[in-house]
Each structure stands twice: as structure tokens, then as C-alpha cells.
């Protein structure tokens, strides 16, 4: 087994986590700003450190901090909100042409009237009446005309309306999964949806303002790709990484964190594709016929899960094919001597605990690396739903994990 190792200096419990553009969108499961400088300062590989990998992106958390540091990196995302956040956090846009697209939106937004919404059809929208009113929508509608009417500012403010989209809907608070609130709450429910677009638009534009700051200005690059299938290499070639820094998803995302829930609000707004069945697509959403690793780990777990439920541990088996084919890819790019960096989450199926940080170790060790350390963490402010049912069964619930497993390897 792979030594752990306790470290509180990386709870991080009081660290403000919202500088630079880290502030512009919330997201499941965000990994903090703070573990990435940690990593990168304590475990930067010898020689060099002239690229850094996130192969699961997310809302970019890696990237900004790479750039910061004066580093290249290249992340990579099945989901196409997220290449959106992330793309729009490491953008040096021109404030002073931000400033001006703001300030022709604000002022028309003072001008708003039912009269000048140019699309009304909300046809993309799933059950749109159940999760809206009519006023939420049509000054969403509004407001994406005005964003729109500026290309070269436009993803900045989808951005900003991607959380208003959200939180303008009759979703419960707190939730990332497709939850609607009770009725005698929605009969209260007013959203400000032109001050909290306001709102937001001037916390991102003062995050801009930090990031801007930043000299000397390295190549960022975002890709949508599923890492599980194949990394080309006119993305990231073989062995050119020097570092990878990432937080997977520890399990798939209909039981788990419900990615492709919390970003369906925004994917169909915007009308990305596969909005309605991107948990389909992500980690363990495949079937396979039996597994695809061999692992002495966790197999004792896989047993019990398997023994107290088939389907159960065809669904855990799934993501860890998925899983394993990730970092399989994963490890042909990084250089010898790199080093990779996976924060992990160990999470309880039919009550058995997976040790899936075990799991990543071993799966590395078998694509040619060495376990450094793993440091345990405790995880105060990480946001994630704090339980979850072990059996999909309504009423049935269990504590979610409060620790995080950062498994540190190196290429021999």
C-alpha cells in the first residue's frame, strides 16, 4: 500500500479562495487555488517546468494558477461549460474594451421592455415553464441579446450569465443536481436577474483587473477532449509534460458529483451540444463487458460492492475502465522525471469505502511511475453535496467523504 502521509498544512481552512479570476464562477467539486501553488512550489520536477498538464480541468482552477507562475499549460474537458470558464479565466481580455461592452449593456438593460426581447423561443430549454418564469426568461433572453452584440467581449459575459441562468431558475439552493424548489417558495420567488448579472460582472471585472496584472504572459491552451479516449498529440505530444496537476472525478457523475446536471442549465442556454445527456458521456457514463485493469488495491472492494449489488459494481467498473484508460494516456505525455499530481476523493458505495487514491498509485505504477508521497487532507470549504445515497433509493443517505487524498508520482 501507498504511505500516507498527514499534513494540515494543506486544509487551507481560512485561505480566501477568489482572487484573480478564480472569483468568476462557481463549479462542483472546485479545487482550491492554494493546493496548486503548494504543488507546484514543493513538488516542481528538476530540469524544468515548462508545461503543466490538467487533463480534467473543470473550471480551469490549474491553468489560472499555471499562469500565474509563469507557466505554459494545456487542459482538457469533455464539458463544454467548462472549456467555456476556463477559456474565459485564463483570457487576458482588454479591460478598457470590457469596460465599454459593460457599459452598453448596462445602459440598455435600463431600457429594458417586454418589446425589445428579438427570441422568445425557448424551445432548447427543457421544461422551461417548470424552471422558469416567463419574466426569468425573457430578461435572460434579453440579456444574451445584449452580450451577443459584442463578439469579441461576448464569452467573458456568457460567463457571467451562466450563473445567473442558474441561480434565476426555480432550482433549490445548494444543489447541483436538477432539484425544483417547493411550491410555497417559488410563489416568493423574484429574482433580481438584472442585478445579479450587474452583481457579477463587476466581481469578474475586478478578478480581470488582478489577472491582468500578471507579467510575463504564458500560452494557455483548452481543449475539449475526453482524456479516456485519446490525447492527440498535436494537443499534448508524448512526453512533453513536465507537470500534471488535476482533481478527476472520483466516481461517475450520475452518483456522484452531478456535473452534467449543474451545467445543463448553462449548456442549453447557450445551446452547446449534448446538454441533456453530457453525465452520459462523462467518466463511467460507457458500459463495458468486465474489467479492463488488474489491480490488487482495491479488489478486496470491488468483491464486497459486487456481492451486495451487480449493478452497483458494473457502474463502479465502468469509471474505473474509464478511469484507468485516462491515466493511461495521461502518463504518455509527461517526460521522465515529471511529476503528476492527482487530488483525489474516496467515496462509499453500498457502504464499502473505495480507495481510489490506492487505485491512481497503482494504475501509474503500472505506466512507469514511482509513489512520492499521498498527503491526507481535510477538506473544510470544498463544495460538494454533504451526502449522498449509496443506493439511488429515495430517503437513503450517507456522509460523503471530508478528507482528500494528493497522490504525488514520478515518470522513472
Known amino acids: 500500500m501507498c504511505e500516507r502521509v498527514i499534513d494540515d498544512r494543506w486544509t487551507y481552512r481560512d485561505a480566501y479562495t477568489k482572487d484573480y479570476t478564480h472569483c468568476y464562477h462557481n463549479y462542483p467539486a472546485m479545487m482550491i487555488p492554494q493546493i496548486v501553488r503548494a504543488l507546484i512550489a514543493e513538488y516542481r520536477p528538476a530540469g524544468r517546468l515548462d508545461t503543466l498538464f490538467d487533463p480534467y480541468m473543470g473550471s480551469g482552477t490549474s491553468l489560472v494558477e499555471a499562469s500565474i507562475c509563469g507557466i505554459d499549460s494545456v487542459g482538457c474537458d469533455i464539458n463544454p461549460l467548462a472549456c467555456l470558464i476556463s477559456s474565459v479565466k485564463t483570457e487576458h481580455y482588454d479591460l478598457h474594451a470590457i469596460e465599454r461592452s459593460y457599459g452598453y449593456i448596462a445602459g440598455h438593460i435600463g431600457e429594458y421592455d417586454v418589446s425589445r426581447v428579438a427570441d422568445t423561443d425557448f424551445g432548447r430549454i427543457s421544461n422551461s415553464g417548470y424552471w422558469y418564469s416567463e419574466e426569468a426568461l425573457l430578461k435572460l433572453s434579453f440579456l444574451t441579446q445584449l452580450v451577443d452584440a459584442d463578439e469579441s467581449t461576448r464569452d467573458f459575459f456568457r460567463v457571467v450569465l ?5 441561480e434565476a431558475s426555480y432550482t433549490r439552493n445548494g444543489e447541483f443536481k436538477r432539484f425544483r424548489m417547493p411550491e410555497a417558495k417559488i410563489a416568493s420567488f423574484h429574482p433580481d436577474v438584472f442585478g445579479l448579472f450587474g452583481a457579477k460582472a463587476l466581481r469578474n471585472m475586478n478578478g480581470l483587473r488582478q489577472y491582468n496584472s500578471i507579467v510575463p504572459r504564458p500560452k494557455v491552451e483548452v481543449c475539449r477532449l475526453d482524456t479516456s479516449v485519446e490525447i492527440p498529440a498535436s494537443k499534448v505530444g508524448p512526453e512533453s509534460v513536465d507537470m500534471v496537476i488535476t482533481s478527476p472525478p472520483y466516481g461517475d457523475s450520475r452518483t456522484t ?19 441533456r445527456n453530457l453525465d452520459n458521456m462523462l467518466m463511467g457514463g460507457r458500459r463495458y463487458d468486465g474489467e479492463l485493469f488488474e489491480t490488487a488495491s482495491i479488489r478486496a472492494e470491488l468483491d464486497m460492492i459486487r456481492e451486495a449489488d451487480a ?12 478511469y484507468w484508460l485516462s491515466i493511461r494516456n495521461v502518463a504518455a505525455t509527461v517526460r521522465r522525471g515529471g511529476v503528476v499530481c492527482y487530488v483525489v476523493g474516496n467515496r462509499t458505495v453500498k457502504g464499502v469505502r473505495i480507495p481510489l487514491d490506492y487505485f491512481t498509485a497503482e494504475m501509474f505504477g503500472k505506466c512507469g511511475f514511482d ?16 451526502k449522498t445515497s449509496p443506493s439511488n433509493i429515495a430517503g437513503e443517505r450517507v456522509d460523503t467523504m471530508n478528507n482528500e487524498y494528493i497522490v504525488i508520482m514520478r515518470k522513472i
Open 371 to 386: 509513489h512520492i508521497r499521498t498527503i491526507v487532507r481535510c477538506i473544510p470549504n470544498k463544495r460538494m453535496p454533504a
Open 311 to 322: 449493478k452497483r459494481f458494473e457502474d463502479v467498473v465502468s469509471f474505473l475502465n474509464d
Open 257 to 275: 458529483v452531478a456535473y452534467g446536471q449543474f451545467s445543463r442549465w448553462s449548456n442549453e442556454w447557450f445551446g452547446f451540444d449534448n446538454a
Open 162 to 166: 451562466s450563473e445567473v441562468v442558474r
